[in-house]
């Protein structure tokens, strides 16, 4: 992929005005390298405030956005249901594209975008700033000290009272949980590799009468080819009391135990507490990274084939929840 060799800015354009679609626009405005010109929005009271805050014009549509003919970078930032046909209208209009995860609701739609960018020449950048989060990076830091590791659990439950009825809430928008917050998955693959099978279990309380749920709890336990077992809890809504973000990695030369920022290294010296820098200023650094590898070719910290099997191993984990079965992975 060429490097942006002009000296103008590029021209940017974000579908979105929620939290990361505010934090990319005050990243873009804070660097010379970056124009941000337009951007698209769903209510009027949203586009308005958007509109105000950053000074810059809304068009009528996401795919008039992703379309433009003088935007060379598309951010995409708005419901998950729509990402896919947002990238690839996009990508086909020659921008480059930073999406949020997930890519798409199928691993076979996503590859078809990871395929088409690769055609077009384009960047196709799905975001996963987890992986550049403190927790992560202390975990990466510590996973050799704790010798051969037999298991992994992250659960994350986040009440709501009541439950909101906006698209993360909703089906269809939202899609299946550990599709929808891909992170959980790609934290795992990311850290342990290969899945060799995956079951599932998942509950929705639905809204009455409508397409929104008023809670969803989804579990799931992927079989690693190493031989480790992990399991992901994805909980929020009404029917949960108490926030719980925890994630604990055992092996047999310790354990690492992490309650939301607060980590610490359990073995045989004893307990070592543990410094996680904060969440804060993710999306920030994710767009300047972005930017630089545009710009410079400096290398981007996730590529879109890692998150492509994520995808794939949270839509087995998808497939298990409707059957009640383990599902082997393709491969395997």
């Known amino acids: 992929m060429p490097l942006m060799t002009s000296h103008r800015p590029l021209k ?94 199928h691993q076979a739609a996503a590859a078809e975008l990871i395929t088409l960018a690769e055609t077009e020449n384009k960047l196709l950048h799905v975001e996963h700033i987890e992986l550049l989060g403190g927790l992560h990076q202390t975990q990466q830091q510590y996973l050799a000290s704790l010798g051969n590791i037999h298991l992994a659990r992250y659960t994350t439950i986040a009440p709501g009272r009541p439950a909101p009825r906006r698209w993360t809430f909703h089906r269809d928008l939202f899609g299946f949980p550990l599709i929808a917050a891909l992170s959980r998955i790609h934290r795992f693959t990311n850290l342990f590799g290969e899945v060799e099978s995956v079951s599932c279990h998942c509950r929705y309380w639905d809204a009455p009468e409508s397409d929104y749920f008023l809670a969803c709890l989804c579990e799931a336990q992927l079989l690693f080819k190493n031989g480790l077992i992990a399991e992901v809890t994805y909980g929020k809504g009404e029917v949960f009391w108490q926030n719980e973000r925890t994630f604990t990695i055992h092996g047999e030369g310790g354990s690492l135990i992490f309650e939301g920022e607060k980590g610490q290294l359990i073995n045989s010296e004893g307990s070592q507490a543990l410094e996680v820098e904060t969440r804060r200023g993710l999306f920030a650094k994710d767009t300047v990274m972005v930017l630089d590898y545009l710009f410079d070719r400096v290398p981007l910290y996730v590529t879109p084939q890692a998150s492509l099997y994520a995808l794939e191993v949270a839509y087995a984990a998808y497939q298990s929840s409707l059957s009640g079965k383990t599902v082997v992975l393709s491969g395997n």
């Open 12 to 105: 940017i354009g974000i579908v979105g005005t929620g939290f990361a679609a505010q934090r990319r626009a005050e990243s873009l405005q804070a660097d010379d390298r970056a124009q941000l010109l337009y951007f698209s929005g769903n209510s009027p009271e949203s586009i308005a405030n958007f509109s105000q805050k950053y000074q810059i014009s809304a068009l009528d549509s996401a795919i008039s956005l992703a379309s433009h003919p003088d935007l060379d970078l598309i951010i995409i930032a708005n419901v998950n249901q729509a990402h896919a046909s947002i990238a690839r209208t996009a990508l086909k209009s020659g921008k480059h594209v930073i999406v949020e995860y997930p890519l798409a609701f």
